[in-house]
């Protein structure tokens, strides 16, 4: 059995077995093929490699000056992949088992400002050539903001999720879990003023004997709807428009600005947790930094002995 085909059934496997996204599938498959062609050019394969074959290529790894979560994020793989080759009987053992990863460095998360991201919500419903586009983007902007979904779950959201005026959002995260988001009102106006604009676009679909798109932000491309990469573009463009430095502004920015100023608004650490669809809390901790951030300023501002005589 090639190492091609290891990959194929271990991927096939992640899907079936853990309903693995295609964005994780595609990093699986990935990794496993650079640990692929590295072991191929030392002669050797999956079947055959050892311990010290997986640590001589996280050495490797380290030389080509991957980050530490590259690093992490490749023996996962790599332990994975051998966990279902013993499974499977392909291996009698596992080779990668006892091999401790390299850790991750810890990172603050780069977050926005409350100022900045009202400049952002009020440029997007002046960007557009047209009404239709203002809308769209003005929705978009406000449900992000208000849910701090993921950016793959908020340009594949469906129709039936937003019709009827919710108040929750129902959001479909990874590996396929659900969970109940609430909408501030004004995420819940611009969604309304959305739905009314893509029914009007679904009725016309059906006048004209075509089958009405399922999306909630619906597109002519192959995926049917808007796209990770057309909504990074636009975000960009969104903070020219809006007068913040495009290179704070992400997607994923916005998701930590949603629970940075929960937590500065005195929202608890599990209730953020459910809101981001965190499988651990450990996760959503790094926001603990904000936390110790308001006891300085605390401190700083009300303690006797702080204060300058």
Known sequence: MSDAHWISAFLEAQAAERGAASNTQLAYGRDLKDFADWLDRRGSGFAEAGRDDVEAYLVHCDAQGFAKSTRARRLSAIKQLYRFAFEEGLRGDNPALQIAGPG????LPKTLSTEEV???????????RTETDRTRHACLMQVLYATGMRVSELV????????????????????GKERMVPLSPPA???????????????????????????????SHGKAGHLTRHAFYAFIKDLAVAAGVSPA??????????????????GADLRSIQTF?????????EIYTHVLEERLRELVFDHHPLARET
């Open 248 to 265: 704070k502004v992400t997607p994923h920015t916005l998701r930590h600005a949603f629970a940075t100023h929960l937590l500065e608004n």
């Open 118 to 128: 009202d400049r952002l919500l009020a440029a997007a419903e002046t960007m557009g």
């Open 188 to 218: 819940r106006a611009a969604l309304t003023a959305w739905v009314e604009r893509r029914t009007a676009q679904d009725e016309a679909s059906a006048a004209e004997g075509r089958a009405p798109s399922p999306h909630l932000f619906a």
């Open 104 to 107: 991750r460095d810890k990172r």
């Open 156 to 175: 594949s959201l469906p129709m039936a999720a937003a019709r009827g005026d919710p108040r929750l959002l129902l959001i479909r995260g990874k590996g």
């Open 276 to 284: 981001l669809g965190h499988a651990d809390v450990a996760t959503t």
